[in-house]
């Protein structure tokens, strides 16, 4: 068994109103309308994610990085609750903000296993994040090469494959472009901007209805592989 993956492990069993990078600074300083300083709350359970306390057999699983967890939106507006919802399946949102593709895979090895969901959904974040420590040189270099980048964003998706079919579980894999609408494609951060229908209360990620339109991509893909 690997070892155990936690999530905001300093917030656990805390429920918040302000979350990296959706803070109160910000949204002084940014003024988003429709928000307000209460609007949104991010409730964590024991193990530092934001969902309800684990309940094996009986979930959707998300990994991913800050559009999965949620941030700048309330967890009912998130594709994980739709989709979650659509299923009639708990909730089992492991997005982690910041997390790198390496993470999703680490903590796929370890819940994956122990929680045996339903369905598996990984929304993987920015090629160039990895967990890699960035104070050798040549690790920098190594990274910021975009051939090294796709080599090891495949060996986390592919990973992360074999592990729900080692567990028999369906799995659902996407990439940014995904999110984005321009399906199979690796996108760059600043390639997300022209594709917000509407902005989190952070004003730096998604809002609700950006969410909705990529709950129905997944939906439908699920209505496909099951019809």
């Known amino acids: 068994m690997a070892d155990i993956e936690l999530g905001y492990k300093n917030y656990s069993n805390q429920t ?3 979350l990296p990078s959706d803070t109160e600074e910000l949204f002084d300083k940014n003024k988003p309308k429709g928000w307000t300083k209460d609007s949104i709350e991010y409730k964590f359970n024991q193990y530092g994610f934001r969902c309800d306390e684990f309940d094996k057999n009986n979930g959707v699983m998300f990994l991913g990085c800050s559009y999965t967890i949620g941030i ?3 967890l009912k507006d998130s594709f994980t609750q739709v989709v979650a919802d659509y299923l ?3 909730n089992i949102n492991l997005g982690i903000g910041g997390a790198s593709n390496d993470t999703l895979f680490k903590v796929a090895n370890y819940w994956v296993e122990e929680l045996k969901p339903k369905v598996v959904v990984c929304l993987f974040t920015h090629i160039a994040r990895t967990d890699t420590h960035l104070n050798n040189e ?3 270099q190594w990274i910021l090469n975009p051939k090294n980048q796709i080599t090891n964003f495949t060996k986390n998706r592919l990973a992360i494959e074999q592990i729900c079919v080692k567990s028999n579980i369906q799995c659902y894999t996407y990439t940014l472009g995904d ?3 321009e399906r199979g494609t690796l996108l760059a951060p ?3 901007e022209r594709d917000r229908l509407d902005l989190a209360r952070d ?3 998604h809002g609700p209805m950006t969410n909705k339109r990529f709950s129905e991509i997944v939906i439908k ?3 496909w592989l099951n019809k």
């Open 203 to 205: 004003q730096l990620h």
């Open 72 to 74: 700048g939106i309330n």
């Open 138 to 140: 040549s690790h920098k």
């Open 179 to 181: 999110w984005a609408w």
């Open 88 to 90: 009639k399946l708990k």
């Open 16 to 18: 918040l109103q302000w």
């Open 221 to 223: 893909d699920i209505k």
């Open 190 to 192: 600043w390639s997300l």
